[in-house]
């Protein structure tokens, strides 16, 4: 008999945006969508994969953007941060509804409900078979989840950087206001900044450019391409 197939990598870093959380309710958290990406969680789990995991804060609050200008700008994106913490506490939830063991780590300290964020405490976890969900970003305004993304997965040698989205790759321009748009299987991150490209934020592209972290974007349509990616299949773009 042949071996079972092995994941392609050993640690990643998966992203979540907030809106994806929330479903096709566009706000709040629909926890049918939350199961199913938990349910794929805890099956890379068991094969051996270690999973870190940073959530957006979309589905409730964007910052800047929903400030709009009428409250400071630091204080909007502190309010982002605690937006993270919810998303990062219900996944979490369920994930232990699911028999997986897990830890939530916060950039800003909110003792009650988490751990603060301690490099090589969530070292620890990640190699003792837990899932560790990191809130509030990087804890610093006028940086994104993306580049937090970025910066957990450097901190804690990441394999890869899955990024799910709404969109099944990277596209040469927006798909939806241009047909001919053409999707990449894989770009240079020289390529993703020279041609302005929505994969991430230029800091958090730059980020993990400067640390040689292959990212790869995928749909999250199917919570099974979590999977799929950590075992190697080629779906999505790889920007590396």
């Known amino acids: 008999m042949s071996e079972p197939a092995k994941p392609k990598y050993k640690r990643v870093l998966l ?20 199961r199913s990406v938990g349910q794929v969680i805890a099956k890379c789990v068991g094969i051996g994969v270690e ?13 800047a953007q929903d400030g709009g200008g009428k409250i400071e700008r630091t204080r909007a994106d502190h309010m982002g941060m605690m ?7 219900a996944l979490a939830d369920v994930l232990e509804q699911l028999g997986v063991d897990v830890r939530v780590q ?6 009650a409900v ?7 405490k969530a070292d620890a976890h990640l ?5 560790v969900i990191f809130g509030c970003g990087t804890g610093n305004p006028y940086f994104s989840t993306d580049t937090a993304a970025v910066l957990r997965a450097a901190e804690l040698d990441a394999d890869a950087i899955l990024l799910a989205k709404h969109v099944d790759g990277v596209y040469s321009a927006d798909p939806k206001l241009d047909p ?29 450019m400067d640390n040689k972290i292959p990212i790869i974007l995928f749909a999250l349509s199917d919570p099974e391409n979590i999977l799929r990616v950590v075992m190697g299949e080629k779906i999505g773009t790889v920007v590396e």
């Not at 870190?52 to 910052?63: K, Q, S």
């Not at 988490?114 to 090589?120: D, F, G, N, S, T």
């Open 180 to 208: 001919t748009a053409t999707k990449f299987d894989e770009i240079s991150y020289d390529e993703v900044l020279r041609r302005r490209l929505s994969v991430m934020d230029s800091t958090a592209t730059s980020l993990s």
């Open 51 to 63: 999973v870190g995991v940073v959530v957006g804060g979309g589905n409730f609050w964007r910052g």
């Open 106 to 111: 916060t950039a800003l300290e909110i003792k």
């Open 114 to 120: 988490a751990e603060p964020y301690i490099r090589l």
């Open 15 to 34: 992203k979540l945006s907030g809106e994806a959380l929330a479903g096709d309710k566009h706000f709040g958290l629909d926890f049918d969508v939350i």
């Open 83 to 89: 937006a993270t913490v919810m998303n990062s506490l």
């Open 127 to 131: 190699k003792n078979g837990r899932v």
